[in-house]
């Protein structure tokens, strides 16, 4: 049954070292507030899935916290590089991962696959691309009925999602709106799922049917977290804080920069500092 827990406790409670995890949200709603609890919590040898990792995974593996990412395109949105995962990979500070790249199709499906409780996806894709021969996780499969070749990939089920919501109703109902990605399925796919949420409602009766809503029974723990998702935004709340994305480019190239950054702005922060984050942004949302 769905526990509504501060979102320490949530994280505490939900995740582990060495676990798979995916925090998920495709340029919206991203669980940034959730990523930061599980730094200051300073888990270890993660495997961190997630389509589009962005600022929360170059600030995990920065903090060393990751053994491997598996994604499908690394990069900051609309700025550049990662420094930190290229600092990983390349040099192997602060240690070095290993790394399995996928399209955007590949890890779409392979989602699909695991919340259908699958064991692998398959799929047209891949073609003329070069990744099968550095991802050994790419196979190609035989259609038994046209013959046709197709791409397959395992599927994945993470140990735990995160994702971040605009609301949960008092019974642990979920409601996602905007621009979903792939959230509903990583929840579906894994075996515990927390979500954060910008507030509780009473219900969902006044809402209009074009929704997601993902059922209290697929989701472990929801934490009440405002301005969660920051410097993504949240459709209705909040605007993406751009200048921010712009910003960590430069915090993120120099090492000694990046460590004291992290340390005031989240080693020494809470989830409720979130809120205080948004206040500007709410205005033009």
Known sequence: MVKFLPLKEAVAENLHDGDMVAFEGFTHLIPTAAAHEAIRQG?????????????????????????????SYVGNPGVG?????????????PRAIEVEEHSHAGMANAYEAGAAGLPCAVFRGYRGAGLASVNPN?????????GEVLAAVPAIRPDVTFIHAQKADRKGNV???????????????????????????????DLHPNLTVLPGWT?????????????????????????????????????DRFQAWMQQNVIESTADDFAARVEHLR???
Not at 49 to 67: E, K, S
Not at 188 to 205: G, H, I, P, Q, S
Not at 221 to 226: K, N, Q
Request: charged share 25%; hydrophobic share 45%; net charge negative.
């Open 175 to 205: 409601l996602v709106e905007g621009i979903i990605g792939i959230q509903k399925e990583a929840v579906l796919a894994a075996k515990r799922a927390v979500v954060t949420v910008e507030e509780v409602v009473d219900n969902f009766d």
């Open 43 to 71: 888990f270890r040898d993660l495997t961190l899935i997630r389509m589009t990792p962005d600022l929360i995974y170059d600030q995990m593996v920065g903090m060393g916290m990751a053994r491997k990412i598996v994604f």
């Open 283 to 285: 205005k033009a949302a």
């Open 81 to 93: 590089l990662l420094r930190r995962v290229r600092d990983a990979v390349e040099n192997g500070f």
């Open 219 to 255: 989701i472990a723990a929801i934490a009440i977290v405002p301005g969660g998702s920051h410097p993504s935004y949240t459709h209705g709340y909040y605007e993406r804080d751009n200048a921010a994305y712009l910003e960590w480019d430069e915090i993120a190239a120099d090492r």
């Open 138 to 146: 790419i196979k190609s499969v035989t259609c038994p009925f046209t």
